[in-house]
């Protein structure tokens, strides 16, 4: 019997034509057999990170974005660098998973789509607060994907074969490691 593994991506963008929006939608389009993912939505009516409210009941948006979390069988990030960081706004989202339980152990992974030599900062930061909240990185799949805006499509998506394949990889290494973790 076969299982599909769903993975959760989330986008640390707010601009509709962010590179990082056009990586995820592919990754939407390319995933492998088995593999469904789902776009969480909620980034900007997060509220900003407070801990007095990071109690039951949770304000809705972070209540959904935890089940969003819980409910995915691995998670696929990719933000944008801002300022040699990560942007706020996805600062804040991951601020909003420490004091939940969602993300441990759960397969996690990113896509740097920053172009060559930037993007560093990002990496390190997601790197520092998913060990935090005791997300399971899967290394293989952490992939730097540059997006060649000559190379995307009417439909926002990105067309070279070897970008689609390498994100098929990386949604199917995350599947992958679900699939050990369910086993185990």
Same mark, same amino acid.
Request: proline share 7%.
């Given at each position: ?24 939608r ?22 900003h990170?407070?801990?007095? @409210?990071? %109690? +039951? #009941?949770?304000?809705e948006?972070?209540?959904?974005? !935890?089940? =969003?979390? $819980? &409910? ?51 990496e ?11 997300? @399971?990185? %899967? +290394? #293989? ?7 060649? !805006?000559? =190379?995307? $499509? &009417? ?14 990889q ?15």
């Amino acid at each position: 019997m076969s299982t599909t593994r769903t993975i959760l991506l989330l986008s640390g963008s707010l601009r509709s034509g962010s590179s990082n929006e056009t990586v995820l939608r592919t990754a939407g389009a390319v995933t492998p057999p088995g593999v469904r993912t789902v776009r969480y939505e909620g980034l900007g009516a997060l509220p900003h990170f407070n801990p007095d @409210d990071d %109690v +039951e #009941p949770l304000p809705e948006p972070v209540s959904a974005l !935890r089940a =969003a979390i $819980d &409910a995915a069988d691995a998670v696929l990030v990719c933000t944008p660098e801002y300022a040699g960081t990560l942007p706020g706004t996805f600062k804040n989202l991951l601020d909003w998973t420490v004091g939940g339980i969602e993300i441990c152990d759960k397969p996690t992974a990113w896509v740097n789509a920053a172009a060559p030599g930037r993007g560093g900062g990002a990496e390190a930061t997601l790197r520092t607060v998913l060990g935090y909240t005791g997300a @399971d990185i %899967v +290394e #293989p799949a952490c992939v730097r994907i540059t997006v060649d !805006r000559n =190379a995307v $499509d &009417a439909d926002g998506l990105i067309t070279d074969p070897d970008a689609r394949e390498r994100l098929r990889q990386v949604l199917g290494l995350l599947a992958g490691r679900t699939a050990e973790t369910a086993r185990g």
